[in-house]
């Protein structure tokens, strides 16, 4: 049955008796349970990057607006669509594929109770189809039904079915996730004194933190669905504000940590990184249990339904338990990288170790920029937002929108891309339909997307340009001042989105093109991807990696330092600026 329904070939790998292959580029024992359903849950998230990414094109044009694409109450759905089709749906069916490659395939298992995982799509499906269905069909009524974008905040009244949607999309991850915790608890079970390896256990660790943001998605829709459906009389919308930003927020801190994950296994089959300190690098992955949840306060930082004390204990003081923790990160990866490749004669100078680096592999490249953008654009400005007094010059601003398209785009989808890189290579076995744009498209979407959120924030920063408004240049609706000044950066922000959403349509076409037209690779014609000296030289205990240096890594964790300094000081002057508003 599953020959004939597979007429693109896509699942006709050889394996054992038992179900098994060995993946000649990463070492794993894969499963077919495992490969089957990474491939399912990640084309289906490719899909949902094209819907996102054509929204994204609409709203980019309205925004522009020498272009002005959109009425605002059209560009207000769009903008929905888009939302919950990039920030969610593309990324959380990538996640649960980086949860069964970071826990059964690197373990080495089957996939247990596969129904499960079969269940957890089709219900992640139709919930993802119901919140379509009720943004797309909104009536714009103000008093009745309004399109919800991700917030939905109480009291705004909306289509009920949205809230249930959000539900159904829930308990789909839920019942997703369920194998990937099953594997590690036989795993456990059966080697109870074995640690589990890096990237499993950060696996797991971002699938606690999903657990934590579940449970405040349950809390914050099921309760807005029971008062929208007259069960309750009220339901209080402070209350809902801090439910729903522990899923809000706590999905895109999965993303941070799935992309790390990412980001070490990559460096080291691809680039020959070895971890420097395990428990340095599991210490740190801790930490996001037990801080990067209090991040979300950053988005109550105006509510006065909360004291002062809290915010600035929750952002201000334990969120920096979470921020050490990604800065041990930040020096963890790059030191294992470096040091790896001078331990494989790759590392001449002082940079010789990142210039030597497979930079035209999209796979290494995908993660190495994430990992740059993100620590310089993303946490950087992150950090400055969750400060209760720079708050203030960021708060529902165009600035805003920089900052996580310079977390969830710059970090999580391009890391992604790269994801998807690998399994159309590794697991697909299909080589790209063209190795020259493959190499380049990361390049061109970085570039590109790096701009366009520079430019959303000095607009947001500079000018105090809103978000979630079509039309701010000449005059924003029912105020009497321009802001004009602001309409240059808008048209360098259009020329750059445009640049980038150039470089998001080339991925979609290589990953479709390459799955549908790609030359089918034999087993073991990949040897190209792994790293110089093959994984074997990891394991020789006779030449530690400890004996090599780490520098390079030092002088750039010193820039590192120098920027957030440097933006530090400059929001704090800027804080004592009128905006150009009027001018």
């Keep these: 049955m599953a020959s004939n329904l597979d007429v ?53 044009m309205t925004r522009w607006e020498t272009i002005g694409l959109l009425e605002p109450g059209d560009y207000y759905r769009h903008l929905s669509m888009h939302a919950w089709s990039m920030l969610i749906f593309w990324i959380i069916f990538m996640e649960v594929a980086i949860l069964y490659v970071g826990g059964p395939m690197v373990l080495g298992r089957k996939l247990p109770q596969q129904w499960m995982a ?55 991850v839920t019942v997703a996730a369920l194998p990937f915790f099953l594997a590690l608890w036989f795993e456990k079970r059966e080697n109870p004194g074995k640690t589990l390896p890096l990237v499993t256990f950060g696996a797991f660790v971002a699938g606690v933190i999903a657990v934590q943001s579940i449970l405040g998605g349950f809390m914050a829709f099921g309760g807005a669905l029971g008062w929208q459906m007259g069960l309750f009389p009220w339901f209080d919308g402070g209350i809902y504000r801090q439910w729903y930003w522990i899923i809000g927020h706590g999905t895109q801190q999965i993303n941070l940590v799935a992309m790390i994950v ?64 990604s800065l041990i990160h930040a020096f963890t990866i790059p030191a294992g990288l470096e040091a790896g490749r001078r331990k494989r004669g790759k590392g001449g100078g002082l940079f010789g170790w990142l210039t030597s680096a497979p930079w035209k592999n999209p796979m290494f490249a995908t993660s190495i920029f994430a990992m740059i953008l993100f620590g310089f654009l993303g946490g950087i400005t992150g950090v400055l937002m969750g400060q ?73 920063i500079l000018y105090g340009v809103p978000r979630r408004t079509a039309q701010v240049v000449e005059n924003i609706p029912t105020a009497d001042f321009s802001l004009i000044g602001a309409a240059p950066l808008f048209n360098v922000f259009g020329v750059v989105a445009v640049f980038a959403l150039t470089g998001g349509a080339l991925f979609v076409l290589l990953a479709v093109g390459s799955l549908l037209f790609g030359e089918r690779i034999e087993p073991g014609d990949n040897d190209a991807l792994v790293a110089d000296g093959g994984l074997e030289m990891a394991e020789d205990p006779e030449d530690p990696v400890h004996a090599y240096e780490m520098r390079g890594t030092f002088v750039l964790c010193l820039v590192f330092l120098g920027v957030f300094v440097v933006a530090y000081a400059l929001n704090w002057f800027l804080l004592t600026q009128l905006w150009s508003i009027g001018a």
């Design 388 to 460: 209760l007094q720079l708050n203030m010059s960021w708060h529902n601003t165009f600035a805003t929108v920089g900052h996580f398209h310079s977390t969830v785009v710059l970090g999580t989808t391009i890391t992604f891309m790269g994801v998807v890189y690998f399994v159309i290579r590794t697991m697909f076995m299909r080589k790209f339909v063209s190795g020259i744009l493959a190499t380049i498209q990361p390049y061109l979407y970085a570039g590109g997307m790096a701009l366009t959120a520079l430019m959303m924030m000095y607009l947001g």
């Design 8 to 60: 693109f070939g896509w699942f006709d790998n050889e394996y054992d008796s038992d179900g098994f292959r060995k993946c000649s580029v990463t070492g794993f024992d894969v499963h077919r349970s495992v490969e089957n359903h990474v491939k399912l849950f990640g084309v289906t998230a490719v899909v949902f990057l094209l819907i996102g990414g054509t929204f994204a094109l609409t709203i980019a």
């Design 118 to 172: 079969k269940v957890g799509y089709v219900v992640m499906l139709a919930g993802a189809l119901v919140i379509y269905y009720a943004i797309w069909t909104v009536s714009g009524n103000p008093t009745t039904d309004n399109a919800p974008l991700l917030t939905a905040y109480v009291p705004l009244e909306i289509n009920p079915l949205f809230y249930a949607g959000g539900l159904v999309f829930l308990v789909g």
């Design 262 to 325: 990412v980001w070490y296994l990559f460096t080291h089959v691809i680039g020959g990184a070895e971890v420097v300190s395990e428990k340095v690098s599991r210490t740190a992955f801790i930490l996001y249990l037990f801080f990067i949840t209090m991040g979300a306060a950053h988005h109550l930082m105006v509510d006065p339904g909360v004291s002062t004390g809290w915010r600035i204990w929750n952002t201000s003081y334990a969120f920096y338990g979470a921020t050490f923790a």
